[in-house]
T-cell receptor
């Protein structure tokens, strides 16, 4: 089946690293994505990783993929107040044109 | 480069009515996907259009229909509106297998 799961909430102190975790079920996933959604807005593509990669780094963002365990994580270094948002993990399966989204993780930043 | 634009931004309808939502794809993108995002949930795939043909459909009833035009813009039509159709409707465009880029959505409220 197709399912993407994420924890609902994460709270971190400003300046610390945030790690958002995600698990997925479809082993035929080709691409895995992280999107950010701020209040009242659409989804902003943050980064993505192809399924044959283990890691991708883009400035403050690091994506780790464990394909054996079907586990994806997003690390945000030096978390800032502007990083407060809902973060969605998503997968694209090879047999379909659709993207399957998790329910989102709400990241809040403490001073 | 113009991003994905959606109209209207907000809409209020009553049960049984029909609605048309519009989306202009990002320049150079030939594929448009529509998603429904209920409050507190991740987006759910409705369908995708590629070169004016439906190219995949999610678990939505036939009263959800769409069109894509030669300039790759798209419409989502929903007939016989129900209270549960209240949601944020997101349009995303892409070029082939590249990641999907989202508009800010249309918030539809059914009374």
């Amino acid at each position: 089946g197709e399912d993407v799961e994420q924890s609902l909430f994460l709270s971190v102190r400003e300046g610390d690293s945030s790690v958002i975790n995600c698990t997925y079920t479809d082993s035929s996933s080709t691409y895995l994505y992280w999107y950010k959604q701020e209040p009242g807005a659409g989804l902003q593509l943050l980064t993505y990783i192809f399924s044959n990669m283990d890691m991708k780094q883009d400035q403050r963002l690091t994506v780790l993929l464990n394909k054996k365990d079907k586990h994806l994580s997003l690390r945000i270094a030096d978390t800032q107040t502007g990083d407060s948002a809902i973060y969605f993990c998503a997968e694209r399966v090879s047999s379909a044109s659709k993207i399957i989204f998790g329910s989102g993780t709400r990241l809040s930043i403490r001073p | 480069e113009t991003g994905v634009t959606q109209s209207p931004t907000h809409l209020i309808k009553t049960r049984g009515q029909q609605v048309t939502l519009r989306c202009s794809s990002q320049s150079g993108h030939n594929t448009v996907s529509w998603y429904q995002q209920a409050l507190g949930q991740g987006p759910q795939f409705i369908f995708q259009y590629y070169r004016e043909e439906e190219n995949g459909r999610g678990n939505f009833p036939p009263r959800f229909s769409g069109l894509q035009f030669p300039n790759y813009s798209s419409e989502l039509n929903v007939n016989a509106l129900e209270l549960d159709d209240s949601a944020l409707y997101l349009c995303a465009s892409s070029d082939g297998n590249q990641p999907q880029h989202f508009g800010d959505g249309t918030r539809l409220s059914i009374l």
